[in-house]
């Protein structure tokens, strides 16, 4: 969603969009009222500019006076507002420090610096509501993973459709072929097949009829299903994003935590210092109390050199700009913390299916229980092609791909059936000849008792191998299509860059069988990996692995929930993923880039390296000005430049991690 287009007035309030973007405002105000604070910032420094300037023509003061009013105006008012605002609910913190020494310098001859002080610290603060705001926007606008509307079934059988936030528990709904699943909800009619892939991580056709639970996100593969509504829309995977979005933002790193907590009493003990060494220092140093070289003078440049505004800003703006970074590849994290911790892991554990695999079948072969040649096989794929080309399930477009690599033609079929659940049935076209293809259930009762024994023992067999399988009907032969997980493109790369790039240890934590673990790891060169693991065994061996090491988990199902959330940093796909999953992990892998994590982890390291840059320049940036501002080496206009300089290099600095 473009940052210029107007919004539905539910999502703003739902999604603390920015105020620009409120449903309340015209057209003309929304243009007019985007970077008002930039806007404002701006024109306080040209008419500063020009107030300095015609402040050396004795006969243009007036005018260099009402400009310097209007530079207070613009940019100091806002800021008078806010701390007088935060005085009342008894809150002393930085910009309460910078408005008072703003307004004080004033009292003392030095107006033109207190506009400077004031200028710089609205660019500053203009910058990182720029960062802030960029990094709500990229996280806002994360595409939604769940339909909005469903058709709802009315008492006459009339169909009206409905914003799901409108249905209520216990409506039927109507879901057609090829839709995904609005609401969670029970079967009462109709009988399909359905993937569940986000739920189980096998992308995998299971059949569904009356009685049957179907989950929301479910995708209707064939035919036409009315649920009864079993959950309202509250629970909705974009409800849940929207919470992970808030939760981004209001999670901050100890680090960060511990320095705002310090900056109240920083800001309290700075200003009482400033009050004593302005109150003390005629007496000790005999110094005037007014005067350039005055006392008064003298604790106000302190007071500014001294507030830490860039030690303040410069840890939520490198976060929020990694965070903003990672937002913009589809990746949502929960917070800085969250990079932090990530920073620190030695060791990755995966899941298999859904994971390093894409949950798409491929078709791995094709044999046949009785003695066949080459072109009766060729045949029979050709057969195959013809039927499932008109079907939508996984099974249908891996069969289609492995055809169309065999470089075979598809034989044309009449009277073909889809019988929902089961499987496909049609003749040859120039035969008149059945065939039927599906579920080896389906199969099962066309054939004979000798040879339903002999396709029970393969397929026990192959799916030992932890194959999927579906089985073929032509004439008085068998045909068995076999079937496994895709490995996901780049992982083997990103693997190897974990593991030599970053030092970290791989693991595989799998239900899947041994035979089918063993061959995924061999195939990705992992040198660990444990299978048929239930969910309490992976996150029995998560807890082991956590005790020793920093471990990070990757998964996607509902059986990684509990894993992921015991694990150092838990990170789950976002797209195959199971919502309970994605609120278990601190990662969501919004668009299923599992490829990115090299890159992530590059990120979480740059950003530590990012924020000890940020914290030894501010550090240095409040002694160099401050001690000799105390000393009155330097004038208070250079004190405000010093410290608003080193505001705006941390600042830039930090911006370094929105690159790519």
Not at 601 to 617: C, F, G, H, R
Request: contains cysteine.
């Amino acid at each position: 969603m473009s940052s210029s287009q107007p919004i539905l007035f539910e999502e703003y309030f739902e999604m603390g969009r920015q105020e620009t973007l409120s449903p309340f405002i015209t057209p003309s105000s929304r243009a007019l009222s985007e970077g008002l604070e930039l806007k404002a910032s701006i024109c306080g420094a040209l008419l500063l500019l020009a107030a300095f300037t015609l402040s050396f023509f004795p006969q243009s003061l007036p005018v260099s006076s009402f400009l310097l009013i209007g530079v207070y105006f613009l940019a100091g008012i806002p800021s008078l507002i806010e701390s007088i605002e935060d005085l009342i609910n008894f809150e002393v913190n930085i910009d309460v420090l910078m408005t008072l020494a703003a307004f004080s310098s004033v009292f003392i001859g030095s107006g033109m610096e207190g506009g400077l002080l004031l200028v710089l610290f609205s660019l500053s603060g203009s910058m990182e509501d720029a960062v802030t705001s960029k990094a709500k926007s990229a996280l806002n606008s994360l595409y939604k993973l769940s339909p909005t509307t469903a058709f709802v079934v009315k008492e006459d059988g009339s169909l009206v459709e409905r914003s799901i936030k409108e249905i209520t528990v216990q409506d039927s709904i109507l879901v057609k072929s090829g839709q995904v699943v609005p609401l969670d909800g029970k079967v009462v009619e109709g009988i399909s097949s359905v993937n569940l892939v986000h739920l189980t991580g096998e992308n995998f056709p299971v059949r569904k009829g009356p009685g049957d639970e179907v989950a929301a996100g479910a995708r209707n593969l064939e035919g036409v299903l009315t649920l009864k509504v079993a959950r309202t829309s509250a629970e909705s995977t974009l409800a849940k994003i929207i919470q992970l979005i808030t939760r981004a933002q209001e999670s901050r790193p100890k680090l960060q935590r511990w320095f705002e907590g310090l900056s109240k009493k920083y800001a309290i003990t700075i200003i009482l210092l400033s009050f004593a060494f302005a109150l003390i220092f005629p007496f000790i140093f005999e110094l005037s109390f007014l005067g350039v070289e005055g006392s008064l003078y003298r604790s106000l440049s302190f007071l500014i050199a001294a507030s830490p505004c860039a030690l303040i800003i410069a840890l939520p703006i490198a976060y929020l700009s990694a965070l903003s970074s990672c937002a913009k590849k589809g990746i949502l994290l929960k917070g800085g913390v969250v990079l932090d911790a990530l920073a620190s892991c030695d060791v990755i554990a995966f899941d298999k299916t859904g994971t390093l695999t894409t949950g798409d079948l491929i078709c791995s072969g094709v044999e046949s229980l009785t003695e066949t040649n080459a072109e009766e096989k060729k045949y029979a794929i050709q057969v195959a092609f013809g039927l499932e080309k008109g079907a939508m399930h996984p099974i249908a477009k891996a069969l289609l791909t492995f055809a169309k690599t065999n470089e075979v033609c598809a034989i044309p079929v009449t009277n073909f059936r889809a019988i929902p659940g089961f499987g496909l049935e049609a003749q040859i076209e120039s035969l008149k000849q059945n065939v039927y293809i599906g579920h080896p259930d389906y199969i099962q009762n066309k054939i004979s008792l000798e040879m339903q024994i002999k396709l029970r023992g393969r397929l026990e067999e192959i799916r030992k191998n932890g194959e999927l399988v579906a089985v073929q009907l032509l004439d008085d032969t068998l045909y068995i299509y076999k079937f496994k997980d895709a490995i996901r493109s780049g992982i083997r790369e990103t693997l190897i860059a974990l593991k030599r790039k970053w030092d970290m240890k791989i693991v595989m934590l799998t239900g899947d069988h041994e035979e089918s673990a063993k061959r995924t790891a061999r195939e990705l060169g992992i040198e660990t990996y444990l299978a048929d693991l239930k969910p309490e065994d992976k996150l029995f061996h998560v807890t082991g692995l956590s005790k020793q090491n920093r471990l990070a988990m990757v998964g996607d199902g509902i059986n990684d929930a509990p894993a992921l959330a015991r694990a150092t940093v838990g990170i789950c796909m976002g797209q195959i993923g199971a919502t309970v999953a994605m609120e278990a992990s601190d990662i969501v892998l919004l668009r299923d880039n599992i490829e990115l994590l090299d890159w992530l982890v590059d990120k979480a390291k740059n950003t530590q390296k990012i924020v000890k840059q940020n914290l030894s320049l501010a550090i240095a940036a409040i002694f160099l000005a401050s001690m000799p501002a105390l000393a009155g080496m330097i004038p208070l206009w250079l004190a405000v430049v010093l410290h608003e300089g080193g505001t705006v290099l941390v600042g830039l600095n930090a911006l370094r991690l929105l690159r790519k």
